[in-house]
């Protein structure tokens, strides 16, 4: 399977239809996010599943357990291949996303996004490392019984040999050489993919390039 998700970050459904559209053949999936989600809603989602590519729901659901367990239940007719939801909502808000999500869709749980250091992870009163936080938090993800987790490249390799059966995504990707815009925790598709992750999510190395194909074309030749 071509691991390459292109995170289709834009509120703009013509847009969105024409990256899919122009994307599809060369990565293996596209997500959607708050961004797209917002402006777009369930018939937007709908309407990029139905250009082909398998679809990572990225609504990144974190609150008390029933109302997850709803808002997924809400989710379940767009039947996405991933969703996510945040570890942190605890181990009952993880069973309840998963037990009300259809069979085929991975529930995945972001542990520390990619965006935060040990800086910003120590301002919200987690004196741990990143790695040490990502570490509790996959455990806590296995236990609940989703079936993997989000995280940086710098893990991912440590995480998979504790959880070998696990679905592990990774964003905070840049090709050598790009910007790395907010992101905090990087690695090459190559580190990432070498670490074991399941799905390189890539957003602006693809869709902020003057020709997204041929960037796409280029990451994905080189893994
Ligand atoms: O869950 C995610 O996909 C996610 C988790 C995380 O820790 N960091 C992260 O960047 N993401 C998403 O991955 C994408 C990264 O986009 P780029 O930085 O443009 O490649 C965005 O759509 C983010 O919402």
Not at 49 to 55: D, E, K, T
Not at 97 to 121: I, N, R
Not at 141 to 150: E, K, L, Q, S, T
């Amino acid at each position: 399977m071509n691991p390459v998700f292109v995170a289709i970050d834009t509120p703009d459904l013509g847009r969105a239809r024409e990256l899919a559209t122009g994307l599809a053949g060369i990565v293996g999936g596209a997500k959607l996010g708050l961004e797209f989600f917002g402006a777009n809603g369930p018939a937007g989602v709908a309407e990029i599943a139905g250009l082909g590519l398998p679809i990572f729901l990225d609504l990144k659901l974190h609150d008390i357990p029933n109302t997850v367990g709803k808002a997924v239940a809400a989710l379940a007719p767009l039947e996405p291949a991933i969703l996510t939801v945040h570890a942190a909502g605890g181990r009952a808000m993880l069973a309840a996303a998963k037990a009300a999500a259809p069979l085929s869709t991975k529930v995945v749980a972001v542990t520390v996004l990619t965006s935060l250091d040990a800086g910003d992870l120590a301002e919200a009163g987690v004196e741990d490392a990143p790695a040490k936080q990502v570490e509790r938090l996959a455990a806590l993800a296995h236990a609940a019984g989703v079936d993997g987790i989000v995280c940086s490249g710098e893990e991912v390799g440590t995480a998979r040999d504790r959880w070998p059966g696990g679905f592990f995504v990774v964003p905070g990707i840049r090709p050598e050489g790009s910007d790395l815009s907010d992101q905090k925790r990087v690695v090459s598709p190559i580190e990432a993919l070498e670490g074991g992750a399941s799905v390189l999510v890539i957003g602006r190395p693809i869709t902020a390039a003057p020709d997204p194909a041929a960037a796409a074309r280029r990451i994905v030749a080189a893994l």
